[in-house]
């Protein structure tokens, strides 16, 4: 048996601050009141939250100069999901974990299902990779998977890709999530607009082998691995791309995959204008795709996309359901706090936007107030909503302060003990 | 009568320097010979490009600090028709002339049509102009045109726009090119799908009144005026429109108007694989949109682009003709002397294109040989054409070195006297 | 006799909203309480906090293309100060004013002196201007002012920034300003090593002006208006040129004058370790030099720079102090509103690192703990801090609700009778 | 024996190309001649000009996905040398190796230095690693290096450098470059003050023990692998740290570690006039660190960093003497072609920079003629020296054509046979 936190822990710990966090939740309270609004209209939309955890999220990432792992790392499935029950356990915001195959592949895929289940746990979208070459493959992806030259590695990878639907639809997932490295390190290496055509070729015959009630998620990215010219770079391809596949198709917006400058919450706007907004990987980043921890670098950033996310709601109603998941990369701290951490920032950013005097910013836009506008949106990322995300978690019987609970669990400790290094082995999938 | 540079002074000049140039150019015949190209071909291709040139680029520029005025500039549509032939005269590559109403408005458009004629020029797309308020009009920009939320300033400038379009038709134009500056400096300031809401609601009126055989450019641009969120800011958007508003709405790529590090050429790929690439505003730049002379900050670039070009071309055939013009702001030059070189650093980018061994560029992209497909380009863009451009211009009658010419002919010390400045005015349009 | 608004106003209006700030004050007493921190030692330092006014900003901003003028702009640097001594009456957070050389020029300094200082007022560092040129100025700008290849121009660049620190003796101001927009639009154009060797040589003269008891700020700028290579384009420069100027000369950092992605709090931390941190134009960017309002767009980052500031004093005690000013362009708000706003967000950045566990964030650092380091400063970040900054203001008088106190008193319209536009005049400064 | 390519095949693979290269010479000799320049001065100061090797750019790199290794790798230093070895002796332009420890360590420096003499190699300077854990390390740099805050941690990474002075200078080195990865993900994680001054103090202790005709070079980089605050992280910090160190100190500028928009040849030009240029690590760069091959994505830019460096030994004189050294990946090309071809390109930019009319350049810089200057530059870009580069190479020995001549003489193949790949190794490196 694998060490697990026991919820009588967990209030335990609750007990030490739970008059503190009252009080400053009776202060809040008041503070919104004074502004007409009501907490625990807020408290409720925080515990409707909920973001995804990548399962590999839960390893120590790296560079491509080093990793330094860390203590207990998971080694398989098996421990990838302990670790998310337990971030879900303290956050109560991350029921859903996505899978990347084969990095998560089992042979056993209906008692990994019903384990996950029993935690509370379900399976979100799944994640195909043809940017690195399995053990055992048969045919590299050193020129390119899905846009490759050579039609057998181009099948190898819709094969794989289809089989990722078939895995995850044995778990209950509903979507899969398609993002490539394919593209030319050299001027001249590809022909940008062929290299584009087998994309859409291969896509094609990926699409068609969806069940009828799964989506499909395109990943653009800037650069990285191809640093001249990367296929879907963009999210002008990546929209141009789902158009011609068909309603199935969507896009996927991850924070740290776009130029310099660039004005995320804008592309999030178009997309959802234009009916192809499919959802986020949440990360932050200051230079390139950095993958640090949700709302580390730019805060507002994170919340003007809420804002977006806030208005298309009002603007779509039900059907808008963007899927949420996290997807960070951990270099120099404990994967299990970073991820509890940044859910709980996404979380934030969701409750500052839903804090919104939307009636007022849709005033102030009508009169060219730019000023008053702005101050409305400032109002609401100002105040601290902290002791709105607690009492969430703590009504649902998650922990008051997540990451303080975790460090006096002794978790970690547990886990270097259950989980001694495999030598040679990277468990963490990404370094 | 205005002075204007004689063909025969044109000849003269010539004379001095064919001893060498038709030396160079049996020198580079030579080398093309021994790799099986022949340079008529070539000369041939040269003397068929024509590139646009921008009324408004033959006034000196500026920026938000200051303007330079330089000597002699014109103060009028019609000196500027004197310039823009001059440069055409030299150069034999800018036939077109692009106008910027009301910049350019004259009260007598046939008038101007028979003088741009006589000079051998015709009217390339038309420029509207919502970014400033005019002389007299009745409502304010300030907060938007095609976007503004005041319905009355959205139908004035759809009105200003429409009576573009007539202008142009009475002139020969067979395209209106539009760009706004319509965009929020501040979170919040806009509700950024409203926006582009109305901007598709007026251009759809727009579009409603174009000609049949017309065709409607709309044109993106990453930042300024606006700063924090710019309606129409990358070619996604642009794509996007264009696709909603119909057949005879392009895209059009000014090379300034992208985010750090963007692929360019990768953009002019997806926009011709779409059936959206309306055509170009070439310049150079560094940081954002300089508006510098073409190539000379980035020559591979350009000629990465003309690649592109090229590709669309064999793909398209006879159907593909994106407009070509130059959109520049020459501050520290003489603009004549700025058009003119960049009038053929675009043509050379043509040509070095078509310089590409096509065959073995097809060959080393399917062999994924990366080295001798960039190398395949790189040959190209090695090679110096500038004897094929100067035989071409001094074949065709223009001058074999166009800079040169100019400053021996004294053209810009006549103007000087021709156009004393007009006190407090500014015309060259933009500053 | 020009309008003002008077205190009686000002407490008024304040009283309408005390009860609800008392309440909110109290609230935010409690939770900082409940941290072990006492509101009063916070109140009283942002009661100490003071941000500089840039005279050029109370008159409406632009760019390049256009500029919409704004209502009752001042026309003058008296009524200037007006707008000056209104934003501070209400802010009580801006008694300097920075004045521009030659758009502040007065016969009658003296008189401006002590108008200003009935206010309350001080002028805070001076500006010279050699990025245009001046009505009836000898020498054109259009090639360089202090690298001017023209020994005459640069002689003329010199005394007029001599003649800035003579002005601005007589005014009280203890500094100098100088950016320049000094650079080349073509590689080739400048020799760059030459550019700058020209321009230490004329620094070195304007340094050898200037009183002992003056500081001289230099201000680096990435881009614009020269746009292939500005002389002094980042912080290394200016540190290599202070560095050869001597002690009296600094560093001037303006938030929107670096490379993308550029981490500014970094480049603060470097010039407070050797020395040469003179100061800061406050503003906010999303692209380059967009002068937005200070925080509308990146309010972490405002709050980074100030832990650094934190960090700065900590360490280098009384003698450490920077320079604020704010350096902004108001295109579509009303710049006092703008100025007043931004004032309290550089205030409310200040009063956020004043809060952050410095003994905590340095143990974490020490432990490698960069998950709790990080925690550490997000909680200062997340307290919403405005009560505080109201409660400062209104105890000095100020007040509670700045921009809805200044739009209830009508002082626009005010102005808007006072202060007729002058035909052909641009009363701002920068377009 | 190791399978080498004999002086006799690249004579007879030269043969074949030796008439067309004449032709090819002799028309730009005559091209040449015409603009008053001798092609045997530009042949000569071509067969002058040397570039080093990266020791570990002969393996395939790779990204932090995924590294695809090629056919043949070396598998250590030795076999790393025979790649060098034919790298120079078709090219006749790489002499030197750069070695990096521990990579490249060896029980025997003698017998490893007798050997690269024999092959006409010699030792350019040696690279420390503490961005990486070598097997056996007692403490981890998971936290930093130089700057970490153990001082064990410190002392380390300290001794390793000096380590590697000693190895070096047994290998007849002259020179440490000192790049570390140290810096921070999230902001609060380092006192950014803090670890300059660490840093500082490590390297003090490092210089201390350089010998007395070494220099120490230090290689700032923007970001990666820290992502938020790199320590070192740009020109100025390199500046600052090699003033405070001393005069055998230097800055070395990587072509791809700088912000988005940096002007790099004015960088080189600050650095030269400050006396702080050390040297370069060649590679080109469309989004971060992309390490491609020097030349490939921008070859202006390179050709402007060599107007620069003339301009530096025209005014610095014989003691002007940068560092040359490639630094790339090669991902999906062989890198001896890659080297080989970049080798060629980076001494391509040397020639064209040779080919500057210098006079006419100063001539139109003085008279403010931008137009000119800058075709002046431009006019020595276009010239096509290849045919100058072909016949050094020739004449002193090497391949007409490198990369035909390499792929004629089956060196890969031979490798295949000989090298059968390690399993778990990863010769080359940086993956």
């Known amino acids: 048996m694998t060490h697990l936190i026991s919820d009588d822990f967990v209030g335990q710990q609750n ?29 409720a939309q925080a515990a409707g939250f909920a973001v995804a955890l990548p399962s590999w999220g839960v390893g120590t990432g790296g560079t491509r100069f080093a990793r330094f792992p860390g203590i207990g790392e998971p080694r398989n499935v098996f421990e990838k999901i ?21 990095w998560d592949r089992t042979t056993d895929p209906r008692a990994l299902k019903e384990i996950a289940n029993k935690h509370g746990l379900y399976f979100d979208s799944v994640n195909s990779n043809t940017f690195q070459n399995a053990a055992g493959q048969a045919l590299s992806y050193k020129y390119g998977s899905l846009t490759a030259q050579d039609p057998a590695v181009r ?17 209950g997932s509903k979507g899969l999530t398609v993002w490539i490295g394919d593209g030319a390190n050299f001027p001249g290496q590809h022909n940008l607009r062929g290299a584009l055509e087998r994309y859409l070729e291969s896509m094609r015959a990926i699409y068609t082998a969806l069940p009828s009630d799964w989506l499909m998620y395109i990943e653009h990215k800037l650069f990285e691995p191809a640093f001249y010219a990367t296929t879907i770079a963009d999210w002008g391809t990546s929209f141009a791309c789902a158009t ?6 969507k896009c996927l917006v991850d924070l740290g995959h776009h130029a310099p400058n660039t004005n995320i919450e804008m592309i999030v706007a178009r997309l959802t204008q234009f009916g192809k907004l499919g959802g986020f990987h949440f990360n932050d980043s200051k230079y390139g795709d950095d993958d640090l921890d949700s709302g580390s670098i730019n805060p507002f950033q994170l919340f003007l996309i809420f804002n977006e996310l806030r208005d298309g709601a009002v603007r779509e109603g039900e059907n808008f359901k963007p899927a949420y998941m996290l997807d960070q990369s951990h270099n120099v701290t404990d994967p299990i706090e970073s991820l509890m951490s940044s859910a709980v920032e996404v979380q934030r950013a969701y409750i500052q936007a839903a804090l919104i005097d939307a009636e007022a910013l849709n005033h102030h836009q009508k009169n060219n107030d730019a000023l008053m506008a702005a101050q409305t949106l400032k109002q609401a990322f100002r105040t601290d909503v902290s002791p709105i995300l607690a009492m969430a978690r703590v009504r649902a019987g998650g922990a008051a302060d997540p990451v303080a609970c975790y460090r006096a669990s002794g978790y970690r400790d547990h886990k270097r003990e259950e989980r001694p290094p495999v030598a040679g082995a990277s468990g963490s999938g990404i370094v």
Request: aromatic share 2%; charged share 20%.
């Open 244 to 249: 011609e596949l068909g309603p199935k198709a």
């Open 82 to 102: 302990d670790d998310c029950a337990t971030i879900n356990q303290l956050t109560r915001a991350t029921p859903g974990v996505s899978l990347h195959f084969p």
């Open 15 to 43: 007990a030490r601050s739970l008059a503190q966090l009252q009080a400053d939740y009776d202060a809040l309270a008041g503070v919104l009141q004074r502004r007409g609004r009501d907490i625990e209209t807020l408290t």
């Open 155 to 171: 099948a190898q990878a819709v094969a794989h890709n289809i089989d990722c639907v078939e895995l995850g639809n044995t778990l």
